[in-house]
């Protein structure tokens, strides 16, 4: 039996949740003819969740100092947004886990 399965393309993923903050459409950003390892693409999504996780954590500290240029709202949605983003790269992590704790268990 033979299956194919499509790769994954985070890049597409995060600009359709409005994650990265980039177009709805990467590709008319990215050359077509340039691949991107899964370690790349990972790691670049990782560097995001990161950066919206600093980004609401400054949030939260203007808001706690009590900063009228900061509300409570638009913190409460960073802090969704990030940690949206980290339940997603901790679902992929462990699907890799998954993943490879499979592959090596198979006997050849």
């Known amino acids: 039996m033979d299956v194919r399965l499509k790769p994954f393309d985070f890049s597409q993923a ?10 709805a459409d990467p590709r008319a950003t990215q050359a077509p003819a340039r691949r991107e390892d899964f370690s790349d693409v990972f790691g670049h ?4 969740v990161s950066a919206a996780q600093n980004a609401a954590h400054q949030l939260q500290k ?3 100092l009590d900063s009228s240029t900061v509300s409570i709202e ?6 969704q947004r990030s940690n949206v983003g980290f339940q997603m ?4 992590r462990n699907r890799v886990v998954q993943a490879y704790s499979e592959v090596m268990s198979m006997q050849v």
């Not at 790269?89 to 992929?92: F, I, P, S």
């Open 14 to 23: 995060l600009a359709r949740t409005g994650a990265t903050g980039g177009t």
């Open 45 to 48: 999504a990782l560097r995001t």
């Open 62 to 64: 203007e808001v706690s």
């Open 74 to 79: 638009e913190t409460m949605i960073a802090m």
């Open 89 to 92: 790269a901790l679902q992929v």
